[in-house]
C-alpha cells in the first residue's frame, strides 16, 4: 500500500486540510484527516508537504504534443500528456485524415492502450470529424471529407473504433448525416455527439438531441451564427450550448485568452455554472510559422493560413490560466479539469474524483497548479 500524508486533498465538494489518503495495487482505499487515519509502520509513505492531491486531469480533446501527434505515436503522445498530470487522453483525430488513415490510427491506438506504458492513460478517442462544416476550422483546404456522406466510407471506420470512440464531432447542417449517425450510436450506444465546426441553428440541433446531443467542440470557435436580417444576432452552436442545460462546453484557456476572450470565458463560466464547462487543451503539433504578432505568446499554434490551429496546452498550464481569467478556485478548476471530463464520457464511476473504490489516478500541484507528482493505477509515474 501507498501512504500520501501531509495533503491537501481536493474531493468534489471541497478540500480537506492535513489529509490522508491510502492506495492499494490500483485503487484509493481510504480517504481522511490524519487524525482518522494511521499510517503503519513500515509503510510506503509519500510526504506531499502540504501540496494539493487531486484526481489526475481527463483531457477530452487533445490532438497531440511535445513533437508527437497521436494518430502517428500515440504511445509518445501519451508519455507528454502523462508527465504533466494528464492520467486519462483521448486520442483526438481530425478530418484531415483519410478513410485509410483513420483506421490505421485506430489500431495504433488499441495497440498502445493494451501495452504497459504511458499509453495506459489513453481513455479512447475523440472524432473531430470527418462530417463538420468544412467553412471552419484549422486548415480546410486538408479536409478530405466535404462530399456526400456516404455509407460505404464511414461504416468501416465506425466498425473500427467501435467502442473505443467517446465522442463523434459533427456538424448537425451536415446533408445526410442522421444515417451516419444511427449507425454509429448503433455500434456504440455509450457514443456522444459533440456539436462542432458548424452554424447549426438550435432548431438543427434539437432535432438530434435524441442521439445523445451532449457536448460543444471547443465552444466560442469554429462556430458561426446565421443572421435572418441585417444588423441583428443569429444563434448558433455557441447559444444553443449556452441556452440548453444538459450541455456541456469545452473551453480551450489559453494564456492570453486567443481561443476564447476573457469576457467570454467568464460568460461560459457564468451560464453553464462549474458544472458544466470541461477544460480542454486541443493541443497539436504544427511546423507552420507562427505570425509576427503572435510571437511573443507561448502556448499557440498555427496552420498554414496564418489562423489558429489548437494549442500547445497541456492541462495544468490551462487550469492556471482558468484561474487568471476568472475568479475560480482550485477545487472548481479540478472540477473542470477531472470530473466534468469524467462525466461527458462516462467514466465518472472510475475517475476523475478522489474517493474510495476508485482508480488511483492522482496529482500532486502546488497552488498554481506547477505539477510536482503524477500517479497513474497507484504507482508513481513521475
Known amino acids: 500500500m501507498l501512504y500520501i500524508k501531509n495533503a491537501k486533498i481536493v474531493l468534489e465538494n471541497g478540500i480537506l486540510w492535513d489529509g490522508v489518503l491510502a492506495v492499494e495495487e490500483d485503487r484509493i482505499v481510504a480517504v481522511g484527516s490524519a487524525g482518522e487515519i494511521s499510517v503503519p509502520e513500515g509503510a510506503q509513505v509519500l510526504d506531499a508537504q502540504g501540496l494539493y492531491v ?8 487533445v490532438h497531440g504534443g511535445g513533437g508527437h501527434l497521436f494518430f502517428e505515436e500515440p504511445e509518445g503522445a501519451a508519455k507528454h500528456f502523462l508527465n504533466h498530470g494528464e492520467t486519462t487522453v483521448l486520442p483526438t483525430f481530425y478530418y484531415d485524415l483519410s478513410r485509410e488513415e483513420f483506421l490505421e490510427s485506430v489500431d495504433r491506438v488499441r495497440e498502445a492502450m493494451a501495452g504497459e506504458g504511458a ?16 467553412k471552419y476550422g484549422a486548415s480546410p483546404e486538408k479536409n478530405k471529407w466535404q462530399g456526400d456522406i456516404c455509407k ?21 447542417e451536415r446533408k445526410g448525416l442522421e444515417p451516419f449517425l444511427q449507425y454509429a450510436k448503433e455500434k ?17 440541433i434539437r432535432k438530434l ?12 470557435n469554429a462556430t458561426s451564427q446565421i443572421s435572418k436580417l441585417i444588423g441583428t444576432r443569429g444563434c448558433g452552436p455557441d447559444e444553443y450550448c449556452l441556452l440548453e ?27 453553464k455554472g462549474v458544472d458544466r464547462v470541461v477544460l480542454i487543451t486541443d493541443s ?20 498554414a493560413n496564418g489562423d489558429l490551429c489548437g494549442s500547445k496546452l497541456t492541462m495544468e498550464v490551462a487550469c492556471r490560466n482558468m484561474m487568471r481569467h476568472t475568479n475560480c478556485g482550485i477545487a472548481q ?34 497552488d498554481m497548479f506547477h505539477i510536482n507528482t503524477v500517479i497513474l493505477e497507484g504507482r508513481i509515474w513521475q
Not at 119 to 134: F, L, Q, V
Not at 189 to 204: K, L, N, R, W, Y
Not at 246 to 269: K, N
Request: glycine share 10%.
Open 54 to 61: 487531486g484526481p489526475g486531469f481527463v483531457d477530452l480533446h
Open 119 to 134: 499509453g495506459r492513460a489513453i481513455g479512447g478517442i475523440y472524432m473531430e470529424g470527418p462530417y463538420m462544416n468544412p
Open 152 to 172: 460505404e466510407e464511414y461504416e468501416a471506420i465506425v466498425d473500427k473504433a467501435g467502442s473505443l470512440a467517446k465522442i463523434w464531432a459533427v456538424a448537425p
Open 188 to 204: 456504440n450506444p455509450d457514443v456522444v455527439f459533440a456539436i462542432g465546426h458548424s452554424e447549426a441553428t438550435p432548431e438543427q
Open 209 to 220: 438531441k435524441k442521439y445523445g446531443v451532449g457536448l460543444q467542440t471547443h465552444c466560442m
Open 245 to 271: 442545460p444538459d450541455m456541456y462546453a469545452e473551453l480551450i484557456c489559453d494564456s492570453h485568452g486567443m481561443h476564447v476572450q476573457p469576457d467570454l470565458i467568464r460568460l461560459v463560466v457564468k451560464t
Open 284 to 303: 497539436f503539433v504544427s511546423k507552420e510559422e507562427i505570425p509576427a504578432d503572435m510571437q511573443h505568446i507561448e502556448d499557440l499554434q498555427f496552420d
Open 333 to 366: 478548476v479540478f472540477l473542470m479539469a477531472s470530473r466534468n471530463p469524467a462525466r461527458v464520457i462516462g467514466m465518472e464511476e472510475e475517475i476523475g474524483t478522489i474517493a474510495v473504490g476508485k482508480r488511483a489516478n492522482l496529482v500532486l500541484v502546488d
